[in-house]
């Protein structure tokens, strides 16, 4: 049975950070790529960054460029998404998810979901 677990979200002042984590069991992790998305209240999900199964590649949205940097420890399963100057608009529902394939910011592409974990950001 395949598992992705989310946490590290919580309540941050604007310019704060939060470093996010993302286990996964019951699956080869290696041979996935993972991606975070966000989906906002009455908002679509949209993809926030996704990094390659070697790690070698990374892909960020707009928003998160800069802001964001996406890591994998392989030995752990675990992806962590490390967010700084975090703003107001930041504020969502984060997921991690797993995908057989790179390239593709569509959620529909990512076959496993985890349950997700909420960060707000406080003005």
């Known amino acids: 049975q395949v598992q992705l677990v989310e946490s590290g979200g919580g309540l941050v002042q604007a310019g704060g950070s939060l470093r996010l984590s993302c286990a996964a069991s019951?699956?080869?992790?290696?041979?996935?790529?993972v991606g975070w998305f966000r989906q906002a209240p009455g908002k679509e999900r949209e993809f926030v960054v996704a990094v390659s199964r070697s790690a070698e590649y990374t892909r960020y949205s707009d928003a998160a460029k800069g802001r964001f940097t996406i890591s994998r420890d392989g030995a752990k399963s675990t992806v962590y998404l490390q967010m700084n100057s975090l703003k107001p608009e930041d504020t969502a529902v984060y997921f991690c998810?797993?995908?057989?394939?790179?390239?593709?910011?569509?959620?529909?592409?990512?076959?496993?979901w985890g349950q997700g974990t909420q960060v707000t950001v406080s003005s």
């Open positions: 998810a797993l995908s057989n394939y790179w390239g593709t910011y569509d959620a529909g592409a990512y076959r496993y």
């Open positions: 019951g699956v080869t992790f290696s041979t996935f790529v």
